[in-house]
């Protein structure tokens, strides 16, 4: 069973799956996250929301693998353009970035655009990292999920040293986050 993130509606971090009749009517993002990772809340305001969990035993400042959850009320950006800034974001962050095409296909009736992008070395980080992001367009707002991971800095034309199956689990992952909306039988919600 999906679990669902209300951070727009509730200002809850993360929370398990809720009874509709406890939860305000409208939109939805909703996501499992890896069991046992921790919720901490990086900014609420009028125009964001962001949400970082962190596997256990990570931080802010020790993490290898972070998975952040935005939502940008009343956004004019589409989920394209959040694809798109992304890979444009870490072309000017690393010394050398690899973006697989932009996946655009719809999801629960909203646009969704998907994208994933390797980082050979971060300018500040020292770092070699990849990221998976998938944006979701909703009537209410812009909804991006992103999975990251960093690790040893890696050649340009070199693989990252993931872990074991990190990706297979990764695009599980990715593949059910969704939108809807309590609101619109367009959107149902499960």
Not at 31 to 36: D, F, M, Q, R
Not at 66 to 93: E, H, W
């Amino acid at each position: 069973m999906r679990a669902c993130i209300l951070v727009c509606l509730l200002g809850l971090a993360a929370a398990p799956a809720l009874a509709a009749d406890h939860t305000p009517a409208g939109e939805r993002l909703l996501l499992a996250p890896p069991t046992g990772w921790q919720p901490v809340q990086l900014s609420r305001t009028d125009k964001m929301v962001v949400t970082r969990l962190y596997p256990p035993g990570q931080d802010e400042k020790s993490w290898t693998e972070i998975l952040t959850v935005q939502i940008y009320p009343k956004s004019g950006q589409t989920a394209r353009q959040f694809a798109d800034s992304i890979v444009q974001y870490t072309r000017d962050a690393c010394e050398a970035a690899g973006p697989s095409a932009v996946n655009e296909k719809p999801v629960n009736g909203y646009p969704m655009a998907s994208v994933s992008v390797t980082c050979s070395k971060g300018k500040a980080s020292g770092q070699g990292g990849f990221v998976l992001v998938t944006a979701i367009q909703g009537k209410d707002a812009l909804y991006a999920v992103q999975r990251q991971w960093r690790g040893a800095p890696f050649g340009p034309r070199d693989t990252p040293a993931f872990p074991p199956d990190m990706l297979r689990q990764w695009s599980a992952f990715i593949h059910n986050v969704s939108l809807c909306d309590t609101r619109d039988s367009r959107h149902p919600c499960p």
